[in-house]
């Protein structure tokens, strides 16, 4: 689970009620409006209903499950597996790695490694590779548009909940004592917007797009190192060329 994301949202969601509940003369049902919400997130969702197909937007949860639980291979480990790969190939011949691939978890990497022990050509593994990464970027690229256009559209509707509210409140203007309580409720919905949006669904967007750059970090990784071991070089050379790809914290460690 990434500590990281629950830690924020929870610590995001404390320092606003903690704000609410110490303020001078406040009330936490002052802040809880059900109209107010269900104009900014129904308001928000249908948007997206009309930007993105139903596919998509249903798997809205599936996207969100990833920012708590995110399934990125780690850079070193990745590193290590394919140096390990390349001992054998050196050792044994490229084709004694059939009996490895079974261990390997990454499916991007175990296609990488079979196509080499086929004997496919080099150039047809890297463009069969980069296909296949360009492919998952293209899907990576699609869930974080789905919570940016959400992080967009929150406050927009949040404007129009409150220019509906104000329109109802001057509908009443025969009642003086009703003026306050109307325009409060008006500016909840703005206060709504703001916070889906920027507690919400524009720092998801932001972390998956942090995800996504990491895992095409590792999926150049591999690509570089599969056709190392077609090409039969050095583990060596591998496990240095791969390393450049490495913080430079790690590299010193690794090296």
């Given amino acids: 689970m990434d500590i990281a994301t629950a830690a924020g949202l929870f610590l995001g969601a404390a320092l606003l009620l903690i704000s609410i509940l110490i303020a ?7 802040f809880v409006d059900v109209p107010s919400g269900l104009v900014v997130v129904g308001g928000a969702i249908a948007a997206c209903g009309i930007a993105f197909p139903l596919g998509t937007l249903l798997k809205t949860p599936k996207v969100t499950m990833k920012l708590f639980f995110p399934k990125v291979p780690e850079l070193k480990p990745t590193i290590e597996q394919l140096v390990r790969f390349a001992e054998v190939a050196r050792r044994d011949g490229i084709l004694a790695l059939e009996n490895n691939i079974e261990e390997v978890d990454d499916p991007f990497i175990k296609m990488g490694i079979q196509m080499a022990v086929d004997g496919t050509d080099g150039e047809l593994i890297e463009a ?22 959400l992080g967009r559209y929150a406050p927009a509707f949040g404007m129009i909940g409150t220019l509906m509210g104000l329109i109802i409140m001057l509908g009443n203007m025969d009642d003086p004592e009703a003026i306050g309580p109307g325009m409060a409720v008006a500016l909840i919905t703005t206060l709504y917007g703001a916070i889906v949006s920027n507690l919400f669904c524009l720092p998801f967007a932001d972390k998956l797009g942090f995800y996504s750059k990491r895992e095409m970090e590792v999926r150049e990784i591999v690509v570089r190192g599969v056709l190392s071991i077609q090409e039969g070089d050095n583990p060596r050379v591998l496990e240095q060329k791969l390393t450049t790809m490495l913080p430079a914290a790690e590299r010193a460690l690794a090296l």
């Avoid at 001078?24 to 002052?30: D, F, K």
């Avoid at 980069?130 to 899907?139: N, T």
């Fill in 128 to 149: 069969v590779l980069r296909g296949e990464i360009q492919a998952v970027s293209s899907r990576h690229k699609t869930g974080k548009g789905l919570m940016e256009t």
């Fill in 24 to 30: 001078p003369g406040s009330s936490l049902a002052a």
